[in-house]
C-alpha cells in the first residue's frame, strides 16, 4: 500500500536537491581549469547522482514498497556484479540464479513487515541452499572458494544493505517527524555524506599519502580523509535528527542529563556509522583488489558499479539498526 507522503517529506527533497544543486554549481566552478580527463570523470560523477537523488526520491515517495523495490533492484544488481568479480565456475550457475530469489524473498519479507523472520531467514536460508545448489552440480575443485565467495557476497550485499529498508519497519523507527522514512534518510545522509567528504577532505588534506590507513587494501584511504568525514558528520547528525528522527529525545539505557540527550544520541551514531561505512568501504575495495579489478563495473558513470556505491551501506545498515534496537529498546 502506497502512502500519501507528508509535506514534510516534500521539503526535505526540496533541500536535498537545493544542496546538491549548490553542489553541482560548486563543482562545475572548481573545474574549469581541470585537466579534461579529470573533468569527465568529476561531471560524469555529478551526473550520476542526480540520477540516484531522483531513484531514491522516487522510493522515498512510494514508502516501504517504494524502498524496498530501490534497494532490491540495488541488491541484485550488486549480486551480478560479485559473481562476475570472482570468477565462477560452471558449476556455481544454479546458486548463482538461486541468490536472486533469495534476494527478494528477504526484501519482500520487509515489504510485509516480518522483521522477525527477516532477520534470520538470509543468513539460514543462503548458508544451506547455496551449499546444496553447489553441491547437486557437483565438482570439488574451486569448491570452498565459491561457496565462501557466494555465502560472503550475498550476506553483505543482500542481508547487509537490506538492513537499510529493515530500518523502516521497526517499532522505534514508526514516530518521528517523517514517520520511518526520516530514519531511513538519516541513516542515508550520514553514510552518502562520511563517504563524500572523507574523499574530499583525504584529496585536501592527505595529498601527501604519507598517512595511508591501509595502502595495501585502498591507497587512496588517509587518517585525514577518515577523521574529517567522521568529523563532518558528527557536526550534522545533531542538527538533522531532530527534522528526521527521535533520536535525541531518549536517554537510551544510559543516565544523560537532560542537557545532553539531544546531542549524545546522534553524535554516537555518526561515530559508529562512521566506523562502519569505512570498514564497508574496504572490505569491497580488499574483494575488487584480489579480483584484480577497480571498479565493480561501469554501470555508474564516474563511480564504477553499485558495489561501489553501496558498499558502506552494506555495514552502516547492520550497525545502525542494531545501535537503535539497544538505544530505544
Not at 502512502?3 to 517529506?9: D, G, H, Q, S
Not at 563543482?27 to 560524469?44: D, G, N, P, Q
Not at 568479480?85 to 519482500?108: H, Q
Not at 513487515?113 to 547455496?130: A, H, K
Amino acid at each position: 500500500m502506497i502512502i500519501v507522503p507528508t509535506y514534510a517529506l516534500y521539503w526535505t527533497l526540496a533541500v536535498i536537491f537545493t544542496s546538491l544543486m549548490i553542489g553541482s554549481v560548486a563543482r562545475f566552478i572548481t573545474l574549469r581549469h581541470a585537466e579534461e580527463a579529470l573533468r569527465h570523470k568529476r561531471l560524469a560523477s555529478l551526473r550520476t547522482w542526480w540520477i540516484i537523488a531522483i531513484a531514491v526520491s522516487a522510493g522515498l515517495l512510494a514508502g516501504l514498497p517504494g524502498i524496498c523495490l530501490l534497494l532490491t533492484v540495488a541488491s541484485c544488481i550488486a549480486w551480478f556484479e560479485i559473481t562476475r568479480m570472482f570468477d565462477p565456475r560452471a558449476e556455481d550457475k544454479l546458486a548463482i540464479s538461486i541468490g536472486y530469489l533469495l534476494i527478494v524473498t528477504n526484501y519482500l519479507l520487509i515489504t510485509f513487515g516480518s522483521f522477525s523472520l527477516f532477520v534470520v531467514f538470509l543468513p539460514i536460508s543462503s548458508l544451506f541452499i547455496l551449499s546444496v545448489s553447489l553441491l547437486i552440480k557437483g565438482g570439488a575443485k574451486g569448491y570452498i572458494r565459491s561457496a565462501g565467495g557466494l555465502l560472503w557476497g550475498i550476506m553483505f550485499l543482500g542481508y547487509g544493505v537490506s538492513h537499510a529498508a529493515a530500518l523502516m519497519i521497526l517499532p522505534s523507527s514508526t514516530y518521528g517527524p517523517l514517520g520511518p522514512i526520516g530514519w531511513f534518510l538519516f541513516l542515508i545522509i550520514l553514510t552518502e555524506a562520511d563517504d563524500i567528504f572523507q574523499a574530499i577532505i583525504g584529496r585536501l588534506f592527505g595529498a601527501h599519502k604519507r598517512h595511508l590507513i591501509a595502502p595495501m587494501i585502498s591507497p587512496n584511504k588517509t587518517w585525514e580523509g577518515f577523521f574529517g568525514g567522521m568529523l563532518v558528520i558528527v557536526i550534522i547528525a545533531p542538527i538533522i535528527a531532530p527534522w528526521l528522527t527521535t533520536l535525541g529525545q531518549q536517554a537510551g539505557p544510559l543516565s544523560l542529563s537532560e542537557s545532553l540527550k539531544p546531542w549524545f544520541a546522534p553524535i554516537l551514531a555518526a561515530i559508529i556509522i562512521s566506523l562502519a561505512g569505512f570498514f564497508g568501504d574496504i572490505n569491497m575495495s580488499a574483494i575488487k583488489r584480489d579480483a584484480g579489478v577497480k571498479d565493480s563495473s561501469n554501470l555508474l558513470p564516474g563511480m564504477g558499479g553499485v558495489i561501489d556505491r553501496i558498499d558502506s551501506l552494506s555495514m552502516t545498515g547492520p550497525i545502525f539498526v542494531y545501535f537503535l534496537i539497544w538505544w530505544m529498546g
